[in-house]
């Protein structure tokens, strides 16, 4: 049971860096990111493709996957997103559009990677931190503590970062009103490029801990991700950084027990069931959100 | 041209079923509901229309009939239920909709066949009586979008403040709108297993999901002319174009996706009525007169505000 916990806790924080990302842009911007989950793969490729041949340190392997996720997002944003919002129109009507454009743009990634490694398997370079150690019989390795003391920091220090810099000041102004957030001398463009490129960096490295925690991935294993992340987010509630940490560990637990307990398969509709529940009862998540209680004051 | 016809004639009746299918989102789309609830009637349809056409207890149009009515009567329940929820919660709760339906299939093995889903559904259908049921939700939707419930519609899409200042009950018209879209939606997955003769737990998917909305965000939200229009985009095309390789397919349709959703709020269609303006007026403004006052980018904008 320790041990499965245990497991809980490395699933959840992998969850958290994927779904943290997912929920600032959401939060912050109305861009509701469906291409997560093909950046996350899409970072994991790249790092296994660059690291070909070189014994990179795992550090290395991570920022190179932060980095490609950043990029990626930022292309994203300011090709696409930004388009979309500047073209005006109903709110409702931008961020369907969003995410239909996002989707798209999953697709066309996926495409690309699955031609390239003909829907092969593919790896890092090597197995990286895999020493393990038993302490009160939960056998644990140290990429599974590298993964949980990351989530934890990379979570607090966005929190911190949203609560007590000038800059996430000037992301929670924007979140709550973009025009009078002009008016005082922010530059939205800047920081929305800035948003969405801390989102893209986090899901680089969720992609890199994903691949080397299950030894490998496929380019048609990015969209399961993509659900389970939109729950973690609806749980949490939209834009809340606490929020998502409670709702990934939440999730990750649900399903470690749904699991355990049950034939398996029943797993996933119990999760989609919690949604539904949430949205109908509580619909502004857990915790408060941001831009979208405002509007539907 | 009757070869080429009846070479691809499984491809057409899919076509029809794909149409109906992006006209079940449509539907509610055109007055700002954003519901993914027809894709899961489409998947109840579907399952209803194998499971009696397996057991023989009614023939093809029965089981269409019936699966219509159980959509409509799906998307009743599923308004009921949401009828506090809006924008892109309804579309979110309604995709966990699907999802859910989709897991059931998968694990009421003796209903539906479990995994592998139910195959070698007896079947009889022409491509005729296809078209006659798309000929009919075709006159159907293109009354609604004409007259009192063209504009009323229109005006809960563009200005749901201003609809509810005129006395339009938004609530009433989501209700309206779920039942529609369930009802089409059923039919459509009644007619997905008539020509496949199979259905699987796949036919209440993301992916299905996502392909019902960009048919109708490609084509157009305006009008059902949009839906046939990304239809034979996203379903018919790509199977008729054979010189290209099915990556490069999903290149170039995501990239087409891409530009409309970022530059043609309107879908192709839309892009095309502006098109069409400015060519009418281009002679005109040749001639030297002023050109027009009043710019109309699209037919019946803000017609609700006239009325």
Redesign the interface.
């Given at each position: 049971m320790a041990q499965q916990l245990f497991n809980t806790l490395v699933l959840g924080s992998i969850y958290v860096l994927f779904s943290l990302g997912m929920s600032i842009g959401w939060g912050v911007l109305g861009n509701?990111n469906l291409a997560q989950g093909a950046i996350v793969m899409f970072s994991s490729y790249i790092a296994s493709i660059v690291g070909k041949n070189h014994n990179f340190p795992f550090v290395v392997v991570l920022v190179i996957g932060s980095l490609v996720g950043g990029v990626v997002s930022v292309l994203m944003e300011s090709v696409?997103f930004r388009?979309?919002r500047r073209?005006g129109?109903?709110e409702?009507?931008l961020?369907?559009?969003?995410?239909?454009?996002s989707?798209?743009?999953a697709?066309?990634i996926v495409?690309?990677v699955?031609?390239y490694t003909a829907n092969n398997t593919f790896f890092l370079q090597s197995n990286y931190l895999t020493s393990s150690y038993h302490v009160l019989g939960i056998r644990m390795t140290t990429l599974q503590l590298t993964i949980v003391g990351a989530g934890l920091i990379l979570s607090g220090a966005l929190d911190l970062w949203m609560r007590r810099s000038k800059a996430g000041l000037a992301v929670r102004a924007v979140a709550i009103d973009p025009e009078t957030a002009s008016l005082m001398a922010i530059n939205e463009r800047r920081l929305a490029q800035m948003t969405m490129f801390l989102a893209g960096a986090l899901a680089g490295v969720a992609g890199i801990f994903l691949i080397a925690y299950y030894g490998g991935t496929t380019a048609q294993n990015s969209?399961a991700l993509?659900?389970d992340a939109?729950?973690i987010i609806?749980i949490g509630g939209v834009g809340s950084i606490g929020g998502a940490v409670v709702g990934a560990v939440l999730f990750a637990l649900l399903e470690t027990l749904l699991t355990a307990y049950t034939s398996g398969?029943?797993a996933?509709?119990v999760s989609?069931?919690f949604?539904?529940v949430v949205?109908?009862v509580r619909?502004q998540g857990l915790f408060a959100s941001s831009r979208?209680k405002v509007d539907r004051v | 041209m009757t070869g080429w016809f009846s070479g691809h004639e499984i491809l057409i009746q899919n076509t029809m079923v794909y149409f109906l299918l992006a006209l079940s989102i449509q539907v509610p789309m055109r007055m700002?509901v954003?519901s993914l609830g027809g894709v899961g009637c489409y998947a109840i349809g579907g399952y209803v229309t194998a499971d009696l056409l397996l057991h023989g207890v009614t023939g093809g149009v029965g089981a269409l009939l019936i699966s219509a009515v159980g959509g409509g009567v799906v998307g009743c329940v599923v308004a009921v239920?949401?009828r506090?929820?809006?924008?892109?919660?309804l579309?979110?709760?309604t995709l966990?909709?699907v999802?859910?339906l989709g897991?059931?299939a998968?694990?009421l093995g003796s209903i539906t066949g479990g995994q592998s889903g139910l195959y070698g559904v007896p079947y009889s259908a022409t491509s005729l009586s296809f078209l006659v049921v798309c000929l009919i939700a075709i006159a159907i939707v293109a009354a609604s979008e004409r007259g009192r419930i063209g504009r009323t519609t229109e005006t809960l899409?563009?200005d749901h403040l201003l609809a509810a200042s005129m006395g339009i009950d938004a609530g009433r018209w989501q209700l309206y709108a779920l039942v529609a879209s369930g009802v089409i939606g059923g039919a459509a997955g009644a007619m997905n297993v008539m020509t496949l003769g199979f259905v699987a737990p796949n036919d209440a998917g993301?992916?299905l999901a996502?392909t019902a909305?960009?048919m109708v965000?490609l084509g157009g939200r305006r009008s059902w002319l949009g839906a046939l229009i990304g239809a034979v985009i996203i379903q018919l095309l790509p199977s008729v174009i054979t010189f290209l390789s099915?990556?490069q397919v999903?290149?170039i349709?995501?990239?087409l996706?891409?530009v409309v959703?970022?530059?043609m709020?309107d879908g192709l269609i839309g892009a095309v009525a502006i098109v069409w303006t400015l060519l009418r007026r281009a002679p005109k403004r040749l001639a030297g007169k002023p050109p027009a006052p009043t710019p109309v980018p699209a037919p019946a904008q803000g017609a609700g505000l006239r009325s």
């Amino acid at each position: 049971m320790a041990q499965q916990l245990f497991n809980t806790l490395v699933l959840g924080s992998i969850y958290v860096l994927f779904s943290l990302g997912m929920s600032i842009g959401w939060g912050v911007l109305g861009n509701l990111n469906l291409a997560q989950g093909a950046i996350v793969m899409f970072s994991s490729y790249i790092a296994s493709i660059v690291g070909k041949n070189h014994n990179f340190p795992f550090v290395v392997v991570l920022v190179i996957g932060s980095l490609v996720g950043g990029v990626v997002s930022v292309l994203m944003e300011s090709v696409v997103f930004r388009a979309i919002r500047r073209s005006g129109g109903d709110e409702e009507e931008l961020e369907l559009r969003v995410v239909i454009a996002s989707i798209a743009v999953a697709s066309v990634i996926v495409a690309l990677v699955s031609d390239y490694t003909a829907n092969n398997t593919f790896f890092l370079q090597s197995n990286y931190l895999t020493s393990s150690y038993h302490v009160l019989g939960i056998r644990m390795t140290t990429l599974q503590l590298t993964i949980v003391g990351a989530g934890l920091i990379l979570s607090g220090a966005l929190d911190l970062w949203m609560r007590r810099s000038k800059a996430g000041l000037a992301v929670r102004a924007v979140a709550i009103d973009p025009e009078t957030a002009s008016l005082m001398a922010i530059n939205e463009r800047r920081l929305a490029q800035m948003t969405m490129f801390l989102a893209g960096a986090l899901a680089g490295v969720a992609g890199i801990f994903l691949i080397a925690y299950y030894g490998g991935t496929t380019a048609q294993n990015s969209s399961a991700l993509l659900v389970d992340a939109f729950a973690i987010i609806i749980i949490g509630g939209v834009g809340s950084i606490g929020g998502a940490v409670v709702g990934a560990v939440l999730f990750a637990l649900l399903e470690t027990l749904l699991t355990a307990y049950t034939s398996g398969t029943w797993a996933p509709a119990v999760s989609f069931a919690f949604i539904i529940v949430v949205i109908l009862v509580r619909p502004q998540g857990l915790f408060a959100s941001s831009r979208r209680k405002v509007d539907r004051v | 041209m009757t070869g080429w016809f009846s070479g691809h004639e499984i491809l057409i009746q899919n076509t029809m079923v794909y149409f109906l299918l992006a006209l079940s989102i449509q539907v509610p789309m055109r007055m700002g509901v954003f519901s993914l609830g027809g894709v899961g009637c489409y998947a109840i349809g579907g399952y209803v229309t194998a499971d009696l056409l397996l057991h023989g207890v009614t023939g093809g149009v029965g089981a269409l009939l019936i699966s219509a009515v159980g959509g409509g009567v799906v998307g009743c329940v599923v308004a009921v239920l949401v009828r506090r929820v809006s924008g892109l919660y309804l579309g979110m709760i309604t995709l966990s909709f699907v999802l859910i339906l989709g897991v059931l299939a998968g694990n009421l093995g003796s209903i539906t066949g479990g995994q592998s889903g139910l195959y070698g559904v007896p079947y009889s259908a022409t491509s005729l009586s296809f078209l006659v049921v798309c000929l009919i939700a075709i006159a159907i939707v293109a009354a609604s979008e004409r007259g009192r419930i063209g504009r009323t519609t229109e005006t809960l899409r563009t200005d749901h403040l201003l609809a509810a200042s005129m006395g339009i009950d938004a609530g009433r018209w989501q209700l309206y709108a779920l039942v529609a879209s369930g009802v089409i939606g059923g039919a459509a997955g009644a007619m997905n297993v008539m020509t496949l003769g199979f259905v699987a737990p796949n036919d209440a998917g993301f992916a299905l999901a996502t392909t019902a909305l960009t048919m109708v965000v490609l084509g157009g939200r305006r009008s059902w002319l949009g839906a046939l229009i990304g239809a034979v985009i996203i379903q018919l095309l790509p199977s008729v174009i054979t010189f290209l390789s099915p990556t490069q397919v999903v290149v170039i349709s995501g990239v087409l996706v891409v530009v409309v959703a970022t530059v043609m709020p309107d879908g192709l269609i839309g892009a095309v009525a502006i098109v069409w303006t400015l060519l009418r007026r281009a002679p005109k403004r040749l001639a030297g007169k002023p050109p027009a006052p009043t710019p109309v980018p699209a037919p019946a904008q803000g017609a609700g505000l006239r009325s």
